[in-house]
């Protein structure tokens, strides 16, 4: 793309989310991610927790600055049956904005209530696996009378 066009890209994107990075409208970071990151525990560049991240890529795709790529993992991990992760988020630093839409989108936070896969300014890490995640997920849809599917 011209620099020009990308750089004008890049304000326009910029200026549109100014509200949630300053004042932290609509903004979901959870106090204790939060306090974690700005007490110095978490040391940036550790953005993403690998083993957390069950490789969807909504990060990259909600990313208004188009700053997260997904990467291949070495070796794919199987999470429930046809099911595998296979790619993993990278952050570039240069382009982010702090806007925490990839925190405030991972499904890791959204949907399992557990500390986000995914935070710009470095992520806490907490032992949980992507596996794991599944494996609690399956086994709460069983409980309820569902079939887990493979979905
Ligand atoms: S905070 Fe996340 S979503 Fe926002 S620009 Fe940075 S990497 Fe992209
Ligand atoms: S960090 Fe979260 S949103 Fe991004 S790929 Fe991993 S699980 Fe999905």
Redesign the pocket.
Known sequence: MNPVIQLLKHITYGIATLPRIVLGTGRLTDDQMRKTVLSGAVKYPDTVDVDACIGCGV?AM????K??TMKPLEEKVKLRENQYKDKYPE?NPA?????????DNCPVYKVHHRSSA?H?RGIRKTGITAEGLFRRMDEKIKKQGGGGGNG
Do not use: E, Y
């Open positions: 990060c909600v990313c208004p600055m700053c997260i952050i382009q982010c904005i702090f806007c925490f839409q990839c925190h995914i710009p």
